[in-house]
């Protein structure tokens, strides 16, 4: 099994910056995949970010080069560093590891971090 925690949210002003942190644990194989997903209020939850083993990085559109994200293998962690925010990216942030073993896809999520842009 593998859990994932998220940590870094919180109240911050348009224009600021946050830096979420998704801490892994468990048995989780070398090959998979992190990505950060977001659910604002009465908004279905949607794609952030996603980093793969090899580095390979796929932004949203919204992203629009504020955000970046990474991962630190030795630690099991992945970053996402947030500029420039906006009210529009008011939302529960969570975290997704994902990884294939016999063609069979798993996948797994953390509870969530709460991020809000308010002036």
């Known amino acids: 099994q593998v859990q ?3 940590s870094g ?8 910056s946050l ?11 070398t090959i998979h995949t992190m990505a950060w997903y977001r ?7 949607e794609f952030v970010a996603f980093v793969t083993v ?11 080069g504020r955000f ?5 293998d ?9 500029n420039r925010l906006e009210p529009e990216d008011t939302a529960v942030y969570y975290c997704n590891l994902e990884y294939e073993f016999e063609d069979v896809k798993y996948d797994y999520w953390g509870q969530g971090t709460q991020v809000t842009v308010s002036s």
């Open 54 to 64: 090899l580095g390979r990085t796929h932004y949203a559109d919204f992203v629009k």
């Open 68 to 72: 970046t994200i990474s991962r630190d």
């Open 4 to 6: 994932l925690v998220e």
């Open 74 to 82: 030795a630690a099991k962690t992945a970053y996402l560093q947030m």
């Open 39 to 45: 659910q604002g209020p009465r908004e279905q939850r």
């Open 19 to 29: 830096r979420l942190s998704c801490a892994a644990s468990g048995i989780i194989p």
């Open 9 to 16: 949210g919180g109240l911050v002003r348009p224009g600021e």
